[in-house]
RNA sequence: GGCCUUGUGGUCAAGCGGUUAAGACGGCGCCCUCUCACGGCGCAAUCCCGGGUUCGAUUCCCGGCAAGGUCACCA
């Protein structure tokens, strides 16, 4: 077989010399131990929690060691295209704080462009000329339906599947044969003629799995599809080459495919770069775990959590803990240092699959959203109802300074302890709701109704908005009294057959009367806030 | 099914030859307290199983088992 007519043949239009490509894309000049990497995803237009997972680790790796990180758009199957899901990514990935030093869409340095394999396929194909000339490819001319049919037949046998060894038919086609089929315009992919033997298996230094094993790869994979169009094996080891990747962080999911990058990394002659899979986030489903799924999951997609008003932060934080077991501990003792501070180390990644849990999340939340000032507070908040809120929600914004008084009094700013009665911004939203709207319902008072309009009435008689948080107990003290309830818990503890109850039934009545609500922050200030006149037409609604 | 990976409380996990087997979330209880939230204190709960090696295995070796991943002209 003549090699170089094949290539000929097959490439007529002609490509760049692997000279030309390797002095347009440089190595780069970092320093000695900066670690370029990146983030390479397929625009299907749906970023999700698992993405940005990846992305953090990618991201503290290459900033954290004075390095690269790159944005690379995996656009070879057309099928997959979604219109604008680049900018989706970036601006999902932005609102986490995770920013690329170049790559679509980004205007950073250029040399390594384009970012987008489509327009990257001139390269590919000088590269697939090179192996077509020194003979490690050839073109395939079998139909799906006999890919198919091979694979069954494999399957009934209980052998490997693949186009493998004696399977490779095409692999051993005579020139004649070849250029009959080229003439005759049949359809065909470009792929590689591995040399490797499964037999043979080699260690494998994996930066996170630590040392695994991985056998030869001897399938002849498809490394130009029948529209020219490279497969992701063969974009990856060129792409990741060119690029001057120097580990790759992705999904395990691509660990079994690491036999076929090594060898296609050795045949056309390139150093490996380092890798390291991370596990996939996972989700209880009945009695088994599964990676968490698109369809299945909301809480999958990094939208879900823009819409529940989750802290950016919280949820970042949330994924280190998870990315690294070291970071917790870390966090604690060291709660005001920025995130960036942490020293990130590759080895401290999980091997298994980790289970999302909403609860730590949640706990994460509460207190991240605990350190914000009100104003802060304030902002997060309607920049959220903004674009999630109901158009009553937008109205709570407008009187600022009760807004502002409300956010301390639930934040417990001023205190010796923050409260932590917030875990996301529709959930924050909800709970301020009766300052700003009168209750609709009631939760269930513990004190008879008999009772009740007493201590409503009596409440109204001696309120004034004049009187200081210990005044104005002292008063619902008397009422307590006066009421058949033991003024002091004290006394009621010694004694609760004495009472019909306590001060806490009576402050319960005029809380659910007040705000609707059994549990809230200080009644006092919840009133003083309220004011005079909506304090009394609430409790009056509720004398009768 | 083949191959690869992983198995420490319900979850995330530290530990990696001798430990009362950290810590966090969640659960439960107590304290604080007008409710809640915060805070404090405490409790329950874990080394997948079976063989070895060893004076001694959660830690090392072998074998099971289980879970996950993957076997495309998708990435």
């Given at each position: 077989?003549?090699?170089?007519?094949?290539?000929?043949?097959?490439?007529?239009?002609?490509?760049?010399?692997?000279?030309?490509?390797?002095?347009?894309?440089?190595?780069?000049?970092?320093?000695?131990?900066?670690?370029?990497?990146?983030?390479?995803?397929?625009?299907?237009?749906?970023?999700?929690?698992?993405?940005?997972?990846?992305?953090?680790?990618?991201?503290?790796?290459?900033?954290?060691?004075?390095?690269?990180?790159?944005?690379?758009?995996?656009?070879?199957?057309?099928?997959?295209?979604?219109?604008?899901?680049?900018?989706?990514?970036?601006?999902?990935?932005?609102?986490?704080?995770?920013?690329?030093?170049?790559?679509?869409?980004?205007?950073?340095?250029?040399?390594?462009?384009?970012?987008?394999?489509?327009?990257?396929?001139?390269?590919?194909?000088?590269?697939?000329?090179?192996?077509?000339?020194?003979?490690?490819?050839?073109p395939c001319f079998c139909t799906e339906e006999e890919l198919t049919a091979l694979r069954e037949e494999q399957t009934s046998k209980k052998e490997t599947t693949g186009y493998y060894g004696r399977y490779a038919r095409c692999r051993n086609l005579s020139e004649e044969e070849v250029f009959e089929k080229l003439a005759a315009g049949t359809p065909y992919v470009l792929r590689l003629r591995s040399m490797g033997d499964p037999e043979v298996k080699h260690k494998f230094h994996d930066e996170i799995k630590g040392d695994i094993t991985v056998q030869e790869n001897d399938q002849d994979i498809v490394i130009l599809k029948s529209d020219g169009i490279p497969t992701y094996h063969f974009a990856h080891a060129i792409d990741d080459h060119l690029m001057r990747t120097t580990l790759v962080i992705r999904g395990e999911e691509w660990l079994a495919s690491l036999p076929i990058h090594i060898e296609l990394f050795s045949a056309l002659g390139f150093p490996l770069p380092h890798y390291g899979h991370n596990c996939s986030l996972m989700k209880q489903d009945g009695e088994t775990r599964r990676k968490l799924s698109k369809r299945k999951d909301p809480e999958l997609s990094l939208e879900f959590y823009r819409k529940e008003g989750y802290y950016p932060r919280a949820v970042k934080v949330y994924m280190l803990t998870l990315l690294?077991?070291?970071?917790?501990?870390?966090?604690?003792?060291?709660?005001?240092?920025?995130?960036?501070?942490?020293?990130?180390?590759?080895?401290?990644?999980?091997?298994?699959?980790?289970?999302?849990?909403?609860?730590?999340?949640?706990?994460?939340?509460?207190?991240?959203?605990?350190?914000?000032?009100?104003?802060?507070?304030?902002?997060?908040?309607?920049?959220?109802?903004?674009?999630?809120?109901?158009?009553?929600?937008?109205?709570?914004?407008?009187?600022?300074?009760?807004?502002?008084?409300?956010?301390?009094?639930?934040?417990?700013?001023?205190?010796?302890?923050?409260?932590?009665?917030?875990?996301?911004?529709?959930?924050?939203?909800?709970?301020?709701?009766?300052?700003?709207e009168r209750p609709v319902s009631r939760e269930p008072y513990r004190c008879e109704k008999a009772d009740r309009a007493g201590i409503l009435s009596d409440f109204l008689k001696s309120y004034s908005p004049e009187d200081d948080s210990a005044a104005w107990f002292s008063k619902v003290k008397e009422i307590a009294g006066r009421h058949g309830f033991a003024a002091e818990m004290k006394d009621y503890k010694a004694a609760p057959e004495a009472y019909k109850g306590s001060v806490a039934d009576v402050a319960e009545v005029l809380r659910i009367a007040a705000t609707g609500k059994a549990n809230t922050p200080d009644l006092w200030t919840i009133l003083q806030i309220l004011g005079e006149e909506e304090t009394r037409a609430r409790i009056e609604g509720e004398c009768k």
């Amino acid at each position: 077989m003549d090699y170089k007519a094949l290539a000929e043949r097959l490439f007529p239009e002609g490509t760049p010399t692997i000279e030309s490509i390797e002095q347009k894309y440089p190595p780069r000049s970092l320093e000695k131990g900066a670690e370029v990497t990146r983030l390479a995803p397929s625009p299907t237009g749906f970023i999700h929690l698992g993405n940005l997972f990846v992305a953090i680790a990618n991201e503290r790796i290459a900033h954290q060691s004075g390095g690269v990180l790159f944005l690379r758009i995996e656009d070879t199957d057309l099928k997959r295209k979604v219109e604008g899901a680049v900018e989706a990514v970036i601006s999902a990935l932005k609102y986490f704080d995770i920013h690329f030093d170049e790559g679509a869409e980004i205007g950073g340095d250029d040399t390594y462009a384009p970012w987008y394999q489509r327009q990257r396929a001139e390269i590919y194909r000088a590269y697939a000329k090179k192996l077509v000339e020194e003979g490690r490819a050839y073109p395939c001319f079998c139909t799906e339906e006999e890919l198919t049919a091979l694979r069954e037949e494999q399957t009934s046998k209980k052998e490997t599947t693949g186009y493998y060894g004696r399977y490779a038919r095409c692999r051993n086609l005579s020139e004649e044969e070849v250029f009959e089929k080229l003439a005759a315009g049949t359809p065909y992919v470009l792929r590689l003629r591995s040399m490797g033997d499964p037999e043979v298996k080699h260690k494998f230094h994996d930066e996170i799995k630590g040392d695994i094993t991985v056998q030869e790869n001897d399938q002849d994979i498809v490394i130009l599809k029948s529209d020219g169009i490279p497969t992701y094996h063969f974009a990856h080891a060129i792409d990741d080459h060119l690029m001057r990747t120097t580990l790759v962080i992705r999904g395990e999911e691509w660990l079994a495919s690491l036999p076929i990058h090594i060898e296609l990394f050795s045949a056309l002659g390139f150093p490996l770069p380092h890798y390291g899979h991370n596990c996939s986030l996972m989700k209880q489903d009945g009695e088994t775990r599964r990676k968490l799924s698109k369809r299945k999951d909301p809480e999958l997609s990094l939208e879900f959590y823009r819409k529940e008003g989750y802290y950016p932060r919280a949820v970042k934080v949330y994924m280190l803990t998870l990315l690294n077991s070291a970071f917790e501990e870390w966090y604690m003792k060291n709660p005001e240092a920025p995130l960036e501070s942490f020293p990130f180390k590759v080895s401290k990644m999980s091997k298994s699959g980790t289970l999302f849990d909403l609860d730590k999340l949640n706990d994460i939340s509460k207190n991240e959203l605990a350190r914000l000032s009100e104003h802060e507070m304030f902002a997060f908040l309607k920049d959220w109802a903004e674009e999630f809120g109901t158009e009553a929600q937008k109205g709570y914004f407008a009187d600022e300074e009760k807004m502002l008084r409300v956010l301390a009094l639930c934040m417990g700013v001023g205190g010796k302890k923050r409260r932590k009665d917030f875990t996301t911004a529709s959930q924050a939203m909800e709970f301020i709701r009766f300052f700003f709207e009168r209750p609709v319902s009631r939760e269930p008072y513990r004190c008879e109704k008999a009772d009740r309009a007493g201590i409503l009435s009596d409440f109204l008689k001696s309120y004034s908005p004049e009187d200081d948080s210990a005044a104005w107990f002292s008063k619902v003290k008397e009422i307590a009294g006066r009421h058949g309830f033991a003024a002091e818990m004290k006394d009621y503890k010694a004694a609760p057959e004495a009472y019909k109850g306590s001060v806490a039934d009576v402050a319960e009545v005029l809380r659910i009367a007040a705000t609707g609500k059994a549990n809230t922050p200080d009644l006092w200030t919840i009133l003083q806030i309220l004011g005079e006149e909506e304090t009394r037409a609430r409790i009056e609604g509720e004398c009768k």
